[in-house]
């Protein structure tokens, strides 16, 4: 707020809407000589009543969007802070009045109400001067006060180091309140940095850096594309000088070209729409440094096309359509380019039509078709908007100045969340960067028909603490679109996710789940929790890899004498199964291993003997192409048997003791286990089991399956068709 400036050789003023680089052929406002502003804002008239002269620019620009609005809020706010500030100088020798001045006439520009505007101009007098925010309440309101209080910095002398990401930890908790509180700090930094030339070079790259990684993308979020793109230009002339210049130069040569070749389209467009009888207007629209920086990097050499944009606006929705198809019709599309950012807005509430079209020469011009409205938020986002999330005032708590909880973006809100969770500031700043670095939203949906908001790249690790907060750490597993899924899936736009949730209090996340969670809700959620339980933080999956493919003999099975072909493979007593051929003896196949009530069928085998296989096994076909005689089989009165399951479950602490408690509570006596190493946060556990009636086993089964983390349980498959 107090960043103190001079002059700068920095790119693009702000020309209501957006930045005009060099060689552009719209008409730009002039930029404003602060110096002179100054002289007005020291002499010029302030009788009670009358507006002094010095506001005289933020008036015109504020009736240009607000015709009937109220200017004496105005007035007294110049009054208070030219009062107030008189006697301060900026750096650059200015009176610092001229600061204000110029951030409310940028907020004036982009179409903000009289409030936004009246605190703008009182933004530094608490910070700066001895005026309190008790007195700006009781001159201008509570809603004036709240947004001056949202933009005042903490005192170093206070915070130390921390003083910075704490100012704006605090100015985001009341962004979430009061978006204009955001709109004042852009206008703030904007101005600032078109004034940072005075600074030291070394402060000056690390506003730049700041204003890089926090302020552009909440501008970016805020849909405030006209502070976002000069904000980009300013810091890439800071931080990239050596490009910003060869940029500079691109502009400038192809400004000096005889042809253009994107004004002969505009007026081919234009002909096309007059014919069709559609009313639009058709701009050429220039691309900022950055941008251009961009387009070079991706295409190399530049042609004329490329410096620019046409923008197409229209009166109504359904005449950007009409737009579309004419275009499409008479011009040649290129399909690839066609993006519908009108049925499907963009998450900071941006709406377009995008598509392009081909010259003779190959050259592809890009198009922007919107509706004067739809402009009017692409430029100026929520600073047009005034407080979009505020509660009518009826709802507002007039006792104790506490405001409404406003419905907010998806955005705001999940970093809201996180923030309070953040143990330390410098934390909440790196992981505050890396947040906004996320650039795209995408939507996710509940089986009841909830949405949630995750930035691109979450997975369902990330869907379940945005779901269920720090109750996630019971998640074991998620169906994605119907389909069983790992934590770690990646998560489309659309997609329909179903978080299963274990039943056990003492359920822990895994450190394996950090290298999946991609927003700051898990991944602060998850650290806090292995921080606070060091003596239990392993590697995901231990309890079952320390038993992968080891048998688990709890009670082996007793040794058989060699002359016992009942019991081979340990397999239930052969006199269980009757066999139509006297004296032959029985076994069951270990391929499938049948148990009572399967239907089975024998076959005689070499020696005599008969085994036997369910109807449904392989190796019955196998057997009858190759002649085997079939024999008659059938269970006889005895219920003990012994079976093989397979249980599938995702990884999560004590499971295998969970899971070996629950068949024990069933009677299942395990003969031999083992356990698969993790593929994928996914463990496959394979069982022998007696059972002393094998009428149990649909029960065994069902007992299995409700245990947290299994999904499914099933019996042994034949490996292969053998007897």
């Avoid at 007039?398 to 330390?424: I, K």
């Avoid at 700051?520 to 921080?531: D, G, K, M, S, V």
């Amino acid at each position: 707020m107090n960043a103190e400036a001079v002059n700068p050789a920095t790119p693009g003023p702000v020309t209501s809407g957006h930045v005009t680089p060099v060689g552009a052929r719209r008409k730009a406002r002039p930029r404003l000589d602060l110096r002179r502003l100054g002289r007005a804002a020291l002499l010029g008239p302030a009788a009670r009543g009358r507006l002094p002269d010095a506001i005289g620019h933020v008036v015109d620009a504020h009736r240009a969007h607000h015709p009937d609005a109220e200017l004496e809020p105005l007035r007294a706010a110049y009054v208070l802070a030219e009062s107030s500030h008189r006697g301060q100088m900026r750096k650059s020798g200015e009176p610092y009045i001229t600061h204000p001045l110029a951030v409310t006439l940028i907020l004036a520009e982009l179409g903000a109400e009289t409030t936004t505007l009246t605190a703008s101009l009182l933004h530094d007098t608490v910070e700066d001067t001895d005026v309190t925010l008790d007195q700006v309440g009781e001159q201008f309101g509570e809603e004036v006060r709240y947004l001056v209080d949202g933009v005042t910095k903490l005192e170093k002398v206070d915070y130390g180091a921390a003083a910075e990401p704490e100012t704006f930890r605090k100015m985001l908790v009341a962004t979430g309140n009061d978006v204009r509180v955001m709109s004042i700090k852009l206008a703030d930094r904007l101005h600032n940095m078109r004034t940072l030339g005075v600074m030291r070079p070394e402060k000056q790259e690390r506003i730049a850096r700041v204003t890089r990684d926090v302020l552009i993308p909440l501008a970016e979020r805020l849909g405030v594309q006209a502070l976002k793109t000069e904000l980009e230009d300013l810091v890439f002339a800071i931080l990239h000088p050596e490009e910003y210049e060869r940029t500079q130069e691109l502009i400038v040569r192809n400004a000096a070209r005889a042809d253009d070749p994107l004004a002969e389209v505009a007026d081919e467009v234009r002909r096309v729409l007059r014919e069709a009888d559609i009313s639009a207007e058709v701009l050429i629209r220039p691309r900022h440094f950055v941008s251009v920086h961009r387009v070079s990097r991706k295409r190399g050499q530049l042609r004329g096309v490329d410096f620019g944009r046409l923008l197409v606006l229209v009166n109504e929705d359904a005449d950007c359509y009409g737009v579309l198809g004419e275009l499409h019709t008479c011009l040649t599309p290129v399909v690839s380019e066609f993006k519908d950012f009108i049925a499907v807005p963009k998450f900071n509430l941006y709406q377009s039509l995008h598509t392009a079209v081909a010259r003779e020469d190959g050259q592809v011009v890009e198009v922007l078709i919107r509706t004067h409205q739809m402009h009017r938020a692409a430029e100026a986002g929520v600073v047009a908007l005034g407080n979009p999330y505020a509660a009518p005032p009826e709802e507002q708590s007039a006792s104790d100045g506490e405001r409404v909880d406003p419905t907010r973006p998806g955005w705001l809100s999940r970093l809201l969340d996180w923030q309070r969770a953040a143990p330390d500031s410098d934390t909440f700043w790196s992981t505050l960067r890396e947040d906004l670095a996320q650039n795209r939203e995408i939507t996710v949906f509940r089986p009841d028909g909830g949405a949630l908001g995750l930035p691109e790249g979450a997975t369902c690790v990330d869907a379940a603490y945005a779901q269920y907060g720090e109750d996630a750490h019971a998640c074991i597993g998620a169906r994605v679109n119907g389909r069983l899924a790992t934590l770690s899936t990646v998560l489309k736009d659309g997609d329909t996710v179903q978080l299963l949730m274990g039943q056990d209090p003492a359920s822990e996340p895994s450190r394996e789940w950090l290298e999946h969670a991609r927003t700051p809700t898990a991944r602060i959620a998850i650290q806090r929790w292995l921080t606070a339980h060091p003596a239990q933080d392993r590697a995901p999956g231990d309890e079952a890899g320390a038993t992968a493919s080891r048998p688990l003999a709890e009670e082996p099975a007793a040794p058989q004498a060699p002359d016992a072909p009942e019991a081979v493979s340990g397999r239930p007593a052969a006199a269980q199964v009757l066999a139509d051929r006297a004296g032959a003896t029985v076994r069951l196949a270990g391929c499938c291993t049948p148990v009572p009530p399967d239907e089975v069928t024998g076959f005689a085998v070499r020696g005599g003997a008969v085994t036997v296989h369910r109807a449904g096994c392989a190796a019955v076909a196998r057997m009858k192409s190759a002649g085997r005689a079939e024999v008659g089989v059938r269970w006889g009165e005895g219920a003990e048997c012994r079976v093989t399951l397979v249980a599938e479950s995702f990884v999560r602490p004590h499971l295998l003791a969970d899971l070996t408690e629950a068949m024990a509570l069933e009677g299942a006596e395990i003969v031999s286990a083992t356990v698969e190493p993790p593929d994928r946060q996914q463990v496959r556990h394979t069982y022998t089991v007696q059972l002393p009636d094998a009428a149990h086993l649909p029960t065994l089964m069902r007992a299995m399956r409700d245990v947290a983390g299994v999904y499914d349980v099933s019996r042994a498959q034949p490996q292969a068709p053998g007897v």
